[in-house]
């Protein structure tokens, strides 16, 4: 699924005009879209009543394009109609035959509340540009309120949720939550992060008339299971270990033990062939007895607390002879540790694929300019406080733009970034971008970022790109997520959890 900006939908919008594809045309094929969806969520719930909250603006335009063919199929409609329309509106109100009906007051809305079956949330769509307040912001509070007490009651929003922004995907506190959200032509990025992923329900998209070539250069996607399974690494039955790649995972503290147990596992659950974990002598005994699957690199121990290049000596008398390196889960950031990443990442071995994940992304975050020091490009896992580092912002700021950032970011680097949270998006240097549209309580808990870098790196080793691998790694770990929080709820889930259930979601997708 294609998902794009308000901007370039406006161009998308002009581009029509250009065409002789008139604003009225699309506004009317968008409104009797909502109409046959509205139609069959009635024929659902054998329901007649549909109440359309509609604006002044376009998105009101489309509310009563919707309220005149409901009308005409025998629904029993009523319009909550605040402000002077505009011409066009004006021309649709006036093809409509129930002025009694069309109301302006909020005590006439809280009547047609108490027993609507269907609310229309017709008032804003991508038009909400500022803080809600006034008639509008009554309104959304108390259809909010009814919906509280009156839950079988269904909200479809056009376009998306009123209050909701349609490129960050923040929200108004007075934004009306959707049960289903039906995004005309090409769905807006805003609904599937941050606040989006939860206020928009159901997400579907309508054609509503735009010629195919207007949005061909649309770079922007949703990950979806078709794209998932296309990508997924075939297994041979004549294979070996060494078909599935090579992974060496740099790991794990004292302090921080459990990281490498987690990446090393979710690296082999995901199908790599044989992983390596290099981490201190002293933590081997340790961790082998979780993952005696793993082949072991010792490092020497911090003498004193002094960095020397002895490690990192070693990583890299080794790495040439694997395909992956992922760096930096539970490492922690002593100057140890610092040297150590700055002295593998500056000697690495022409072809091999990088993660980059953890403290690591805090040690490059100290370095000036560090991605002219690293032109390779490797991918980066930063959640919203690491990449407000990296940024040299905030985690706020990062969250007030999530795909802008994220866009940005890759192409000034020349990194693949994965920016972690509810609706994680993943960008390339080069401008593709992919979004998951998942948001999970169960990975808001310690250690599931170790497991996403592991699953990202057993699936690098086993052929696939940068980006490619982001993206399905991304989808599979929240798919595992998606699994246990239907098994065991949201709260208790532990990250280790997740390791066995990463083959049981990869035997479902490829059963299709």
Known sequence: ?????????????????????????????????????????????????????????????????????????????????????????????DGLKLPENIFTDLTKLEERLADADIVIDALLGTGASRPLEGIYKQALQMAAAVKSTRPEMQVLAVDLPSGLNADTGQADAACLKADFTLSLGVAKQGLFTHCGLELSGVVSVVDIGIPPGLTSDIHTHLIEKDWVRGILPVRSAHANKGSFGRVMIVAGSKRYIGAAMLAGSAAMRTGAGLVTLALPQSLTGTVSAKIPEAIYLLLPEVSCGIPDSSASRLILSELGKYDVLLIGPGLGQSAYSARLVSEVLSNLPAGIKVVIDADALNILAAIPDWWLEYKFDAILTPHPGEMGRLTKTTAESVQSDRFGICRESARKWGKTIILKGAGTIISSPQGETLCNPAANPVLASAGTGDVLAGIISGLLGQGLNLFEAAGLGVNLHSAAAEALRNEMGDAGVLASDLLLKLPVIIKELKQG
């Open 1 to 93: 699924m294609e998902i794009t900006t308000s901007i370039r939908m406006r161009q998308i919008e002009d581009d029509c005009q250009k065409r002789g594809i008139s604003t009225e045309t699309l506004m009317e094929n968008a409104g009797r879209a909502v109409a046959v969806f509205t139609r069959h969520l009635l024929e659902q719930k054998n329901g007649s009543r549909v109440l359309i909250l509609a604006g002044a603006g376009n998105n009101g335009g489309d509310g009563l394009v919707a309220g005149r063919y409901l009308q005409s199929w025998g629904e029993d409609v009523s319009i909550f109609k605040p402000f002077r329309d505009t011409q066009k509106n004006k021309t649709i109100s």
